[in-house]
């Protein structure tokens, strides 16, 4: 029993073409996989960086930035009633 059921014939330049995409292909997906991944993110001038904490837990990045307390708080007035 023949499980595929007819084959397209192909030239030899062609099936060489398909070849070397198959081979790039595959370079690329293994360098996708490789292991190294890096992305800055630029932080606000209000954050104190040595107060920055990140941790990678179950495929989540939780980044943590505390405040310096050089940077004023801002405080809006607010009228309850009316």
Known sequence: MN???FRT??????EASNM??????????NRLFEGFF?????????VDLSQVTARYD???LTVELTKSPTA?????PMQIGG
């Open 72 to 76: 004023a708080s801002r405080k809006v």
């Open 20 to 29: 070397a995409t198959l081979a790039d292909f595959r370079n690329e997906m």
């Open 38 to 46: 890096s992305r800055p993110i630029p932080l606000p001038e209000a």
């Open 9 to 14: 014939k192909r030239t030899s330049g062609i």
């Open 58 to 60: 179950k495929d989540v």
């Open 3 to 5: 499980l595929i059921p």
